[in-house]
């Protein structure tokens, strides 16, 4: 869908109004790793922008679910041969977020120039996104991915963290910790600040490399470019965040049972040790799973172990959960299972729980099919 801009340039920021305003060739020729060096030719100071890793699994272009989920709030929109662009408005301002494919199928990067704690990005992701869903799925990290964020990162120059968020998973409670700049003691390493968060589910990063760039990284697959080398934010940060989204994109792919066949491999989430042992931890599991949109649970099993069936009306997936371990669960997908739906699930858990780590292993042996509920 193309869509005229009808609104004055005086309620875009500068970078907004560049981008919006490209010809039709010059736009379908840019590409995200690019950005930083177009703009400069144009004489465009690149502002602090805001990114999030999206995957789709929908046979539906990403563009087309991100114009479908933005509804009336999309006061015009541009698709390129990239992605595309939706112009938006809140607060008497207009603002523009693009969407970006990356190389890897199925794995997109949005995009705007507005803060991470603004109400315009909110409403992408509160809004937007929710009702992408299960189309259009944000995915988490998790600490390896951080650390492998910040390894990359160290090759370019000295990596040193300003700021850690996280949440303490015993009694959910909130964990900040800062490392202001005195000159003459150098604040700590990612992988130094990290060995703090035993016990902690990280939420998010700010550090600096060297001169050479300033960034603020997010669990759910965020990030804030505040200044520095573009392209090396795009060739290590984007790059890392896409490899994460495209290993989650290719486990949660295929993942449908089929009629008559026995099941032979499950989804296996390792969780921190004993956060199922008790009635308040498989309560938390139960909610976390309830609480995602258009999802419905019914337990059938509680004692000795947990079994319960998850629906998604939104698009029909249904699976199975088991639990007989104090820090691990099995999801067993039913006859529809896609890649959002999945991907909406084990994200809700491991936010919730804690996600040490997601994977698929054989099961002890083949499960017949009329052994399933969901």
């Not at 990114?51 to 114009?67: E, N, R």
């Not at 300003?162 to 003459?184: C, K, M, N």
């Not at 997010?218 to 994460?244: E, I, K, M, N």
Request: aromatic share 8%; with cysteine.
């Amino acid at each position: 869908m193309n869509c005229p801009l009808t609104s004055s340039p005086e309620t875009r920021a500068a970078f907004d109004e560049w981008l919006w305003t490209l010809d039709e060739d010059a736009l379908d020729r840019l590409r995200l790793p690019k950005l930083g060096k177009a703009a400069a030719a144009a004489k465009v100071a690149l502002p602090q922008l805001t990114f999030l890793t999206v995957i789709t699994g929908s046979s539906q272009p990403a563009f087309k679910s991100l114009v479908h989920a933005a509804g009336g709030t999309a006061r015009a929109s541009r698709e390129t041969k990239a992605g595309g662009l939706i112009q938006s408005r809140l607060g008497g301002r207009d603002y523009v977020v693009s969407l970006w494919r990356s190389k890897n199928a199925g794995v997109h990067h949005l995009v705007a120039s507005v803060p991470v704690t603004d109400s315009r990005w909110r409403r992408v992701e509160e809004s937007w996104l929710r009702n992408a869903g299960p189309r259009l799925t944000p995915v988490i990290l998790n600490k390896q991915d951080f650390e492998s964020v910040g390894d990359a990162l160290s090759e370019h120059g000295t990596v040193e963290v300003s700021r850690l968020t996280a949440r303490v998973l015993s009694d959910h409670s909130s964990y900040s910790r800062g490392w202001p700049d005195i000159g003459f003691k150098a604040r700590p390493s990612h992988r130094d600040a990290l060995r703090e968060t035993e016990g902690m589910l990280v939420r998010t990063l700010t550090l600096r490399v060297g001169d050479s760039l300033f960034v603020h990284l997010r669990r759910h697959a965020g990030a804030t470019y505040y200044s520095g080398d573009f392209g090396l934010f795009s060739s290590v940060v984007l790059q890392r965040f896409t490899a994460a989204a495209g290993e989650r994109l290719e486990l949660l792919s295929h993942r449908e049972r089929r009629l008559h066949e026995p099941v032979t491999d499950a989804l296996v989430m390792d969780l921190p040790v004993d956060s199922l042992g008790n009635e308040f931890g498989r309560r938390e599991l139960l909610t976390s799973v309830g609480d995602v949109r258009g999802v419905q649970v019914a337990t059938f099993h509680q004692n000795p172990y947990l079994h319960f069936g998850v629906t998604d009306y939104l698009d029909g997936s249904s699976f199975d959960v088991v639990v007989t371990d104090d820090q691990r669960l099995t999801v067993l997908p039913g006859y529809r299972a896609s890649v959002g739906s999945l991907a909406r699930v084990t994200d809700a858990i491991g936010d919730a729980l804690g996600m040490v780590a997601l994977g698929s292993e054989p099961v002890p042996e083949s499960i017949p099919d009329e052994e399933f509920i969901g």
